[in-house]
């Protein structure tokens, strides 16, 4: 491609949310397309991943990784492609992964630079932000390395409709588990029972969690895979079994609040049931990325697995695609394309 | 003795609590003591003993053991002398340690009699209620097989001057860990660095737990010993380590709250942190505690562990002993003397 009609279109984070993330908090900043140097090379997004997480790299504290700076572009991962290389082991036209942010291009030096050579070249473009990227990936060490679910366990997952937790819970489904999900509203419960083979779902806009869970679980519940906090893991705590794990995937229920909301004051049933709350950073696992890919690859082709992708379209859509994740409007994977491959 | 002299003084729950236990809750009686039917036999209670757990035995919720019977004697673990015995296991003047709660005689069949055999025979008669009884011993697996320190490790213990904190925190400096304890008042802070080998003693009443701690915690805080909850869980889980163990062993702060209290907000950090937090009963240690007693008692005689009872006396007294533990007024280990052995 010609890059001299071309500007990078690119949103900054400009001021850290208080409450709610908004459109106000990024400044959209037309600026020249760089020039790759010796070592780098210069990429084009085409679709860029969004996930809950990236509420928390907004605010200014000490997290697993840093946050990202005012005036700095958003930081996001994305597929992307090489457009110009002065770096030998890309070459143009390579469909690579990697975190470009909110922006149509991006230079890099290729170090943190996951290119894609993991994944099965048979898939979709997008797989690897979604079913095989960080939200698969999540589900498939979250589940099986903390939760350890045994076949005939009872395994409650929240958010369970969103990227992460459709995975998690069809794994437990294969580990020969009962899977219950919730998620909120009809559809998206209906695509849990009838296409990702959940063995119940549950509205959580309509239904009484407590009352539910006590008739469903009557021995208790082995796994909790949450991702929402609030009150999903207070009121499920008071009903897990003995040994139960509770897996801390997220707790996007509270992302967003500005007053950081009350934790679950139930965690004393852990100690009434002799049971563990543990949380984890998919980023450990990195070594074991590629051998989890491929099972995940092979359930996939099985059809034991099953993932949606909730594609957004145009990068000046960016902010609002995001708060699609907080609002529970994407239904799976959110992603936005940016452009199409050349 | 001669029993036709005697009458059994009791006392039973009246009334389930509500927000801090009182007197109220509990009935006086005098009954006639009853006489062992075969393969029964008769004992008098010496020392009862005081554990916060007992608050929640007194309500009518699901838990590790069922609940006190309104119109039962209050349950208590005690120190207790055969007086008259027609079950062959049990001789008249055998010491026995068993759950015969707040009176002064209790028939017993033998069954769940701890026999006192797996205490060394040189120890004071207390001491199997309190460093040798199951508060030493929650102190034990609860810090060795729940917390997993490592030498080096960074340990914070609440309510350290208690009979399991203070246990707790010893245990964890025989295993090479710099530990610090949190207690309330001068007295109790100066019992645990001068007497009980704490690196450092926190008053909570007059000390901001959180900047302490990130003074005293530069490297984040490697297992929690809790036994507290609160305030104290919440501002300590900002502070701790990758790969934390958070043991749960109580929450004391609740127990007498009418509303339960808020959880602990700053559970986020399990996430963050790749952290853990648990809770165990020890009752499920029950094979290995005649191990863990041997172990005890060689620190104990070594000098490496040191103890402390604090020994009401009276029957008439167990309302208000039991008090003592929610207003933190006890030292070490709380007891309370019923009558000398024969």
């Known amino acids: 491609m010609t890059l001299k009609n071309y500007k990078n279109r690119q949103w900054l984070l400009s001021s850290r949310p208080k409450g709610m993330v908004s459109q106000k908090n990024f400044d959209w900043l037309e600026s020249e397309v760089q020039t790759p140097k010796e070592g780098e090379f210069l990429v084009k997004n085409l679709y860029l991943s969004f996930d809950p997480a990236q509420r928390g790299w907004m605010e200014d504290k000490k997290s697993y990784v840093p946050p990202v700076g005012l005036g700095e572009v958003m930081r996001a991962s994305s597929i992307a492609q090489v457009i110009e290389s002065k770096n030998p082991d890309f070459k143009e036209g390579d469909i690579i992964q990697g975190i470009f942010g909110w922006q149509d291009f991006a230079i890099s030096d290729g170090k943190g630079i996951m290119n894609a050579a993991h994944v099965p070249a048979d898939i979709p473009i997008t797989a690897p932000l979604s079913v095989f990227g960080i939200t698969g990936l999540t589900a498939y060490f979250g589940l099986l390395d903390i939760g350890k679910p045994n076949a005939g366990d009872t395994v409650l997952v929240s958010g369970a409709a969103g990227a992460t937790g459709s995975i998690a819970g069809q794994i437990a489904k294969i580990k020969g588990c009962k899977v219950i999900g919730t998620a909120g509203g009809a559809k998206k419960c209906r695509w849990l029972t009838e296409k990702a083979n959940f063995d119940v779902a549950i509205d959580y806009k309509t239904a009484d969690l407590g009352s539910t869970l006590q008739e469903l679980c009557p ?46 004051s139930n965690y004393i049933s852990l100690i009434i049931q002799r049971a563990k709350m543990e949380g984890f950073i998919v980023l450990d696992y990195a070594n074991q990325f590629k051998d989890a890919v491929e099972e995940l690859s092979t359930w996939v082709k099985e059809g034991k697995i099953v993932y949606q992708e909730d594609i957004a379209e145009g ?27 050349d």
Chains 1, 2 share one sequence.
Do not use: H, M
């Not at 009121?235 to 229920?253: K, M």
């Not at 000046?316 to 995001?322: G, K, M, S, V």
């Open 219 to 264: 021995e208790g519940i082995n796994v909790i895979f949450d991702n929402v906090g609030g009150e999903f893991l207070n009121t499920s705590l008071l009903r897990i079994a003995q040994n139960a794990r509770i897996v801390i995937c997220g707790a996007i229920s509270g992302y967003n609040e500005e007053v950081q909301p009350p934790g679950p």
């Open 315 to 341: 990068l000046e859509n960016a902010p609002e695609t995001l708060l699609r994740l907080y609002s529970g409007k994407n239904i799976g994977k959110q992603l936005l394309k940016v452009s199409d491959p």
